[in-house]
């Protein structure tokens, strides 16, 4: 009995030696309608990404345009306009003599130009005479060198408008643009400014020129009242072509 059992658990050793046969393996299906909803799931994500991309690139060129837009004009004309004004205003407040102020002027004309006084000595004519004449030529001077300072403002102002012509075409963005034209403007308005000068200046010339003459008139009209009144003179007939 006991030999027999012996002899079976030999024969069951090597049996449980063995290893256990693996489970069947679970066969794998193919499912069409979730694989089209995850290739539509992925492709959505693709084209929100995309869209992101985008988005953040025109972000960024707008942020450059407004750089570019926000960005101040390289060059500044106001230093060259600022001197060419002043040169012109320092002829002006050298005017000689009678300067362009009204009070000046009136005074001028109430001592110098008008009626001659009837009470003043042939000395005083001659020296008021001399005077006006000085005032007039010195008018005339004041009116040359304005038009010499003006011309001398000429080649500034061309180099100037060509630079800034220069700066307008070359802006890169509207800051720039409207800095440049806005000192076009400028320019244009010193070269009013030295327009207006000239014709200040020669219109003042011109003024005492025909004062003078207008007084010269009257000083005239008195010398003559002055000659006729003299009882050392006597009118006589005057014959200015002999008979044959």
Same mark, same amino acid.
């Given at each position: 009995m006991i030999r027999s059992m012996l002899r079976a658990a030999f024969v069951a050793a090597p049996l449980l030696m063995l290893p256990l046969a693996p489970a069947a393996a679970q066969a794998v299906v193919f499912d069409p309608s979730n694989y089209t909803q995850n290739l539509l799931q992925a492709a959505r994500a693709l084209q929100q990404v995309t869209n992101q991309i985008t988005s953040l690139q025109n972000e960024a060129q707008m942020l450059i345009n407004q750089a570019r837009n926000l960005a101040s004009l390289p060059y500044s004309s106001l230093s060259a306009l600022q001197q060419s004004a002043q040169r012109t205003q320092q002829l002006l407040g050298e005017a000689q003599k009678i300067t362009y102020d009204v009070t000046a002027i009136d005074r001028a004309f109430q001592g110098q130009y008008g009626s001659v006084s009837l009470s003043a000595t042939d000395a005083a004519l001659v020296a008021q005479a001399n005077t006006r004449w000085q005032t007039t030529v010195a008018g005339l001077q004041d009116a040359m060198r304005v038009q010499a300072g003006v011309v001398g403002n000429l080649d500034?102002?061309? =180099?100037?408008? /060509?630079?800034?012509?220069? =700066?307008?075409? /070359?802006?890169t963005g509207a800051l720039q643009a409207m800095q440049a034209g806005n000192q076009l403007q400028a320019l244009q308005a010193q070269q009013l400014s030295d327009l207006t000068a000239v014709v200040a200046a020669n219109g003042r010339a011109q003024a005492l020129s025909e004062a003078e003459q207008a007084t010269a008139v009257s000083e005239g009209q008195e010398r003559f009242r002055r000659f006729s009144n003299r009882s050392s003179y006597q009118p006589s007939a005057v014959t200015m072509f002999r008979g044959n």
């Open positions: 500034t102002n061309r =180099q100037q408008n /060509a630079t800034l012509l220069d =700066q307008s075409q /070359a802006a």
